[in-house]
C-alpha cells in the first residue's frame, strides 16, 4: 500500500500545503508565499508540563498592577489621541502608508520630543544613511543629543544596538527592509518580516519599550508581508493622505490599549508635519458675500466632527449627454441625489453639466452629507445662495425621506460651536420640507 507524501511547502500566510512549488497559493490566492516546509507530518512526541516558580504561577487578576502599562505621552497630542492616550511600555506599533506620506517625518518628530525629556531614543533607518536623516531632523527641528542614528539592515546588528544603546523607545523604519542572515529569503517576503517582526517585539515586551514600527503598503493600500504581522504587533496606524493637499489623517485599525474610532489630524508643511487640533478652518471657505451652490455638513471621521463646505455649480449644455464631475463625494450618491431631485422635489436637471466638490480636499464616504449635496445642488440651480448661519445633514432615501444619520447631537453641537445656528436635519422628515426651509419657507 503506498503510503502519503509528505507536504514539501507550504503558504506563510494560510498554512495551505502542496508537494510541490507554486507561485500562488492554492487556498488564499497570495503570490509568493509558498515556501519550503521542513515540517514533518505525524504525530509529535508528548510534552511534559514544566514546573514553575512561585513569582510565575497565575495569580488573581485583582491581584495584578497595571500601572506598568500606563500610557505616557508623545508631546504629539493627535498622535496620543489615536493611541490612546500615549505610549504604552512594551507596546509594539505599525504605522503604514503610503509612500511620501510623512510616516518617517511623524515618527522622527516623535522621537526628537521623547529626547527633549531626556529619554534615549534609537532611531533605526533601514532605508537612509544617518547623514540623510539628519538632514530632516535639521529641517523639522529635530535634533537632540540623546536621539541616537543607526543606518542597520540586518536583524542581529539592530539587536546589538538596542543592547549597546539601552534606549527607553526604538523607532525602527522599516521592518520591510531589516532582514535577518539565519534565512535564505531576501528582506520583504513573509518569512523574513515575521522574523524580524517577533524578534523585535520579543525585545520590547521583555524590556518594556515601546516599538514603533513603520510599514509598507502595497498597491491595494494592504499592508505588505504576511498577515500575521498585524496580529503580532498590539496597535496598527494608517497615515492617510492625498498628495494633492497638505491634509493628513492617522487612525487607528487596531489598538489593544484604547479605541479604534479616533482620528488625528496632521498638515504637511516645509518644517515637517504640524498637527492640526482643530482643522474646522480647513474645510470652509466662507466669504462675506453669499454665493450660490455652497452648503455646510458635518462629517465623522471616527469620532471627531468635522464641518465641510459642499459645493455645487450647474452650467447649461447642448449636449445629449451632460458630464456629472465630483471631486470629494462618491460620484453615485450624487447621481441618486440628482435623480431624488428631479423626481421628488421636480427641479430637472437632465440638461445641465453638474459639478460637485468639497473644500479642503476632504472625502465626504459616508451617508449623512446627503442632505448637504442635495441643498447645494438646488440653490446652484435656482440660483438663490443659502443662509451663512445654515447647516444640514441627513442620508436621503429614494422616496425623498430624510433619514437620521449616527450621533446627530455630536453633529449638531459642532455646527453650534461654529457659530451655525440653523441646522436642517432627519426632523424635516422629506426633502421638499428640508428644501423649503432652507429657502425661507415654512
Partial sequence: MATKSASA???????????????????????????????????????????????????????????????????????????GGGLVPGAAILLSGEPGVGKSTLLLEVAAKAAEEHLRVLYVSAEESVSQVKLRAERTHSLSPTLMLAAETDLATVLGQIDAVQPHLVVVDSVQTVSSSSLDSAAGS??????????????????????????????????AGPRVLEHLVDVVCQFEGDRQTALRFVRALKNRFGPTDEVGCFEMSADGIAEVPDPSGLFLSRGSDAVSGTCVTVALEGRRALPVEVQALIVKTPSPNPRRVTNGVDSSRVAMILAVLERRAHIALNDKDVYVSTVGGVKLTEPGADLAIALALASAANDRPLAHDLAAFGEISLAGEVRPVASSRTRAAEAKRLGFTTIIDDEARQLTRALSRAFGGR
Avoid: M
Avoid at 498554512?15 to 509529535?44: F, H, L, M, Y
Avoid at 515575521?194 to 493600500?221: C, N
Fill in 9 to 83: 511547502y507550504r503558504c506563510t500566510e494560510c498554512g495551505w500545503q502542496t508537494p510541490k512549488w507554486v507561485g500562488r497559493c492554492g487556498e488564499c490566492q497570495s503570490w509568493g508565499t509558498v515556501v519550503s516546509s521542513a515540517e514533518n507530518e505525524g504525530i509529535g512526541r508528548a510534552v511534559r508540563a514544566t514546573v514553575l516558580d512561585a513569582a510565575r504561577i497565575a495569580r488573581p487578576i485583582t491581584e495584578i498592577s497595571s500601572d506598568v502599562a500606563a500610557h505616557w505621552a508623545t508631546g504629539i497630542g493627535e498622535f496620543d489621541r489615536v493611541l
Fill in 190 to 223: 513573509p518569512t523574513q518580516v515575521r522574523e524580524v517582526a517577533s524578534s523585535l517585539i520579543r525585545v520590547a515586551k521583555e524590556r518594556s519599550i515601546p516599538l514603533l514600527l513603520v510599514g509598507h503598503v502595497t498597491k491595494d493600500g494592504s499592508i
